[in-house]
C-alpha cells in the first residue's frame, strides 16, 4: 500500500497505524490519529531537546529552538507527501496544548495486493511443513 512514498513518509504513515484504533469504539474512530508534533518527530528519529521559554535568550535555548524548527520542517514535508499521496487527511491542525488529528486512508488495499489474513504460527517452521 502506497510503495510510492519516500522512507520517512512511510516510516510516519506506519507510526500513525501503529498508534491508532484498528477498529472502532464508542468514544473512539478507527484509523484516527491524534498527536503531538513532538511524538511524530519522535517516529522520524528525532531527539527534540524540550521547548525553552519565551524569554530564555541562551546559547542552549537558542541551540534547542534551532533543532525543533528544523525536526518540524522535515515532519511537515513529510506530513505533506502523506496528505498529497491521500495516504492520510488532515482532521484538524495542532496547536499550544492541543495534537493535530490524521484520519488514515488506509481502507482500500492498492490494485494487485491482497491480505491473506495473520499467520498461524503453529504451522510456521519444519514441523510444519
Known sequence: ?????????????????LVSLDRDRPDMPARVCWISREAL???LGFSLPSEPDTD???EEATEARARRHSAFVVLSASVKTLVTS?????GRS??????????LNLDQLS???RF???VDQRNVGPKGQ
Open 1 to 17: 500500500m502506497y510503495p510510492e512514498l519516500p522512507h520517512r513518509a512511510f516510516r510516519l504513515l506506519a507510526y500513525m497505524a
Open 41 to 43: 518527530a519522535d517516529a
Open 56 to 58: 530564555d535568550d541562551s
Open 86 to 90: 491521500g495516504a492520510i487527511t488532515r
Open 94 to 103: 495542532g496547536g499550544r496544548n492541543r495534537t493535530a488529528e490524521y484520519v
Open 111 to 113: 490494485q494487485g495486493q
Open 116 to 118: 491473506v489474513g495473520p
